[in-house]
Structure formats: C-alpha cells, structure tokens
C-alpha cells in the first residue's frame, strides 16, 4: 500500500519551499543554483558535513619534522570536462553569472601502457601527430579516426543554444526528421560500439588501448561503451579538462552559495528519510531529524536506487519501471588511496598506467595548483577500479578490512614504483585507503558505485513515474561524471521553471 501522510505526521516541525533537493552532489546543486536564480526558494537536504558529494575535499593536518603540515585532498573529481565555449557547465556558469568565480588550471595527461609512454599534447590535433608517430602503420587510419570522433563530439553539441545549454534529444517529431541530415556523423555513429568504430580504422591493439583510456571515467568495462558514450570524453582532447584551483569543494561551495544567495537554503547533517506522498504526487521531504520540508516539487539526487526504494514505498513505482530498477546493475566502485609526499613528483596532473594488467589512474593536482600542500610536498590521489562483484567483498566490520585494505594500497604503490615514480614509499607521509564500503558510507551509495550506474543499459530519465517527483545526477540517464549531473541538473531546472517563466508545475 502506497504510504500517505497521517495527521499525526502534520504535527511535526515544518518548512515550506517551491523546491526541496535531496543531495547536494553536483546534480543536485546545478538544479538548485539554477532555480535559486530564477527566484525560486530552494531547500537542499544533504547528509554529510559538506557539500559535493564525489566533488568535496577533505584536509588533514599531520606534524612533520616539528611543523605542522596540511594537505587538501579531493574525494573523487579532479579532470572536468563541459568547459569549453559549448559545455553544459560551461553555460551553466554563464547562466549562473559566475564564469569569473572559478579558477580552472588545465590538466594535462600522461600515459604508461605496458612499456609505451607518452605525455599527451594539449591539443587534439597534436595528440593525433603524437600517436602517428608511436603506430606510424596506423598514421591514415588515425587521421580518419580523428576527423570522424571529433565531427560526432561536434555534432553531439551543436543543439546547445537551443536546448538550454545541455545536448538533448530532439524536441519535435520536425526536428527528429531533420536530425539526421543535420548531423551525420554523429547519426552514422552514436549508436555503435567504440570498439567497432577503432576497429573501422585502426589495426595496433595498443593504439586502440591508449584511445581507449579515458573510459576509466565512466566504466570498468569499456566494452561496454558506444560512440555516443565515448565521444564527449574525447572532450577531453578536444576542449580540455579542468581542475578547479583550491581543490573540487571550490565547485560545490560556488554553487551552494549561489542556492544560499538567492534565498535558499542548503542544509549539512541533514539525511532525507522519506519523501512524501500526497494524493499520488511528491510533496516534500522527511528528514532523520523529524523535520517535515513541504514542496510541490521533489528532486532527488542521490543514489537513484536508494532515493526511489528507500525513501519511497516500492508500491508508488509502476511495476514495470521498479522491476527495471530493480535490474539495473550499478557498475564499479573503487580503491582509492590518498597521499601526502614530501616531495614533487615530476609527473603532470593526471596520470593513466596500465602495468602487469592493472589498471589504475593518478590524480597529481599539486603540478597546478601549489595551495594543496606545504612549499615542494604534494597530495595525490589513486585510483583502481572495481567491479560491481569485486566491490561486494568490502566490509568495514570484517576482522581483516584494514589488512585487506593495506594489501591493496600496497599493490598499487608497488605499480607507481614499477613504473613511474621509484622513490614512492620513501617519501609517503600520511596515507588513507577507501574502498567500496567508504563511499556507501560517505556517499549514501548502495553498493559503492561511484559512477551512479552501469553503462550499457536502462537508467531513469529526469522525470520520475511521480508527479512532482523529478530525479538528477549520475544514476540518471545522463550518466556519471561533473559534466554529465550538470547536465542532468540543468534539465530537471529547466523543466520546475524554464528560464523565462517561472514555477511552471511539473
Ligand atoms: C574517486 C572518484 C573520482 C572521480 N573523478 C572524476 C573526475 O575527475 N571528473 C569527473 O567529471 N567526474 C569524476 N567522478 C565522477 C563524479 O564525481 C560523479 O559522477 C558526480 O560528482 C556525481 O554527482 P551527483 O550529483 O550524482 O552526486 P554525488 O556526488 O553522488 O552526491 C550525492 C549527494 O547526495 C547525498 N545524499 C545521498 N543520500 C542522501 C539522503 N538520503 N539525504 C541527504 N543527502 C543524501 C550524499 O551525501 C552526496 O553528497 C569521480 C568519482 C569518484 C568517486
């Protein structure tokens, strides 16, 4: 039976907004910030001490040598994408009018792939030129390659102007027909797999390996992965990724105070635990402290398997939909395992290995921003991916978690030192390990995830089965990723009230 409030329940502290946001993860906050602007009262409910999710930093104070030393890490995010002239966050920021309240350093990439190294050029034609010289027996192949990703990315974002700053699928059966004349390579393309687009123009595995590698971002399975899943990562070549000097808790605590700024609110240490149903429609959030939070719109941005099976009754669903949730694998967690060292790595902001068939990636952000770390030390962040099955195993409460957990750190610091920084171990002041058990616990993630849902598959839309109930971030159909939630924010802010009217029922 669908749960409906009691009056009892009306006896409970309230307060009233147009909007209440459960999750101040990027999605969340891109929504919220956006409605906040267009003079709507926004309430966002976010359960850890901070805002951002997987975009928050953290800092430890350690003593070193008689001083006391302090280092910023990030908890995920540390290479956005969507910043050039036609990305959704970007735009977001124009819409915000906050483009000039974030100083973004570019990242630049470094690649070890079973003995091949190679520090990627800045641009995407360079790049090309770089991997030419590398599989000179490819050198036409990568050239075509090249030309056809690069007009599908275009293509991809052409619509930008017309869609509210985000790419979204056809508006009107006029522009469904005309789609496809107006973008071929995209329309030629999305819908295939990566690995046969390679396979259309380019023989050496290793070359298809190192195009490959920024699937890391989304999957552990990049054979899982189509064109139109691919093509905004090659964003990265094409426009650049980003860090946001002073750490990512600069994104998240922008957007925050613009909800704030614009009248709103953004609750820390505040967990939804219910949201409301009234007559068949969301009408706001229940929080642990027994605070009613009343609203004609929900948006739910947290894990979208808990938001919609734990903080709602299953019955309210239609049965089709929750079995589709239901099945809906939710794809990798991760080993990550955070690092303060007395010394600068010589080594660029990012790094990709792949040694003894291991893969993990290397966040090295001190190379572009010095305010991380005391004068010559540095913070940087491993990261190994882990499958769904692979993640299950990690239990905080088990007796051999930190054995288990120290093992793993180990291993991937026995493969930097294998491969691109010998002296690792000897300069490691201060180390912390997360596993998948962290993120459930920090994140409100079911099983760890951490890019909200397998690729490949079924995800929710932005608008729920439920009236007045609308759903973003990385579990949504836009996928994992800053500027994939932003996306999925922008959409559902465009759908509570469209930039030129207000409050438009949803
Ligand atoms: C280690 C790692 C590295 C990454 N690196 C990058 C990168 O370099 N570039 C990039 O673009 N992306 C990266 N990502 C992915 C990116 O961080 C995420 O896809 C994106 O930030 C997710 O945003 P979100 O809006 O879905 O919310 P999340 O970040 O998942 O945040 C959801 C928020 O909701 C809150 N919440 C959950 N349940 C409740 C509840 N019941 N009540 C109140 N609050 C609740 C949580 O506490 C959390 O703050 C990385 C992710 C990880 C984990």
């Known amino acids: 039976m669908v749960r409906q409030t009691s009056p009892a329940r009306l006896a409970k502290p309230e307060s009233a907004a147009d909007v209440v946001i459960i999750g101040a993860g990027i999605g969340g906050l891109s929504a919220g910030a956006l409605l906040a602007r267009r003079g709507l009262k926004v309430i966002v409910l976010e359960a850890h001490d901070r805002p951002g999710g997987y975009c928050s930093s953290w800092r430890r104070t350690i003593r070193h040598q008689g001083r006391m030393c302090s280092y910023l890490f990030d908890a995920g995010v540390q290479d956005i994408s969507g910043i050039g002239d036609r990305g959704p966050l970007r735009r977001l920021l124009r819409q915000l009018q906050a483009e000039d309240r974030i100083d973004w350093r570019p990242v630049r990439h470094h690649y070890v792939k079973d003995g091949l190294r190679l520090s990627v050029a800045p641009d995407a034609k360079a790049y090309a030129l770089q991997l030419q010289a590398m599989f000179p027996a490819d050198a036409d192949g990568i050239t075509a390659f090249f030309v056809q990703i690069e007009a599908v990315y275009r293509e991809m974002y052409a619509d930008i102007d017309a869609t509210g700053g985000v790419p979204t699928a056809p508006a009107t059966i006029d522009a469904m027909m005309a789609w496809p004349a107006r973008h071929p390579h995209a329309w030629r393309w999305m819908r295939q797999p990566f690995a046969v687009m390679l396979d259309a123009y380019l023989s050496d595995p290793r070359l298809k390996s190192f195009l490959t590698t920024l699937a890391d971002y989304v999957t552990e399975r990049p054979e899982s992965l189509s064109v139109a899943d691919m093509a905004p990562l090659f964003g990265y070549y094409f426009d650049c990724g980003y860090y946001p000097a002073g750490g990512s808790q600069s994104l998240a605590d922008l957007l925050s ?103 993990f990636g290397i966040g090295n952000p001190s190379a572009i921003d010095a305010s991380l770390a005391p004068p010559g030390h540095a913070v940087l962040t491993v990261l190994s991916l882990l499958s769904e099955k692979e993640a299950g195993g990690w239990d905080r409460t088990a007796e051999d978690y930190r054995a288990h957990k120290a093992m793993a750190a180990d291993k991937l610091i026995d493969a930097i030192e294998a491969t691109v920084w010998p002296e690792l171990r000897q300069h490691i002041l201060y180390r912390q390990v997360a596993t998948p058990a962290t993120f459930t616990r920090y994140a409100g993630t079911r099983t760890g995830n951490i890019y909200g849902a397998a690729r490949g598959q079924w995800r929710p839309p932005v608008v729920s089965p439920i009236p007045g109930l609308l759903l973003a971030g990385a579990g949504t159909v836009t996928g994992a990723g800053v500027e994939a939630v932003v996306i999925s924010g922008t959409i559902a802010a465009d759908l509570i009230a469209p930039p030129a009217r207000l409050a438009v029922p949803v």
């Open 257 to 359: 105070a613009i909800v704030t700024e614009g009248g709103g609110q953004v609750h820390l240490r505040r967990r939804a635990t219910r949201i409301l149903l009234e007559n068949g429609r969301a009408g706001g959030v229940e929080t642990a402290d027994g605070v009613l939070h009343r609203a004609p719109v929900v948006l739910a941005a947290g894990d979208v398997q808990a938001m919609l099976m734990d903080l709602l009754d299953e019955a309210a669903l239609p049965a089709g939909y929750l079995r589709k949730l239901r099945a809906m694998p939710r794809g990798p967690s991760a080993i990550v395992v955070s690092l303060a060292v007395d010394s600068m790595p010589d080594l660029p902001a990012r790094i990709f290995v792949r040694h003894q068939a291991m893969d």
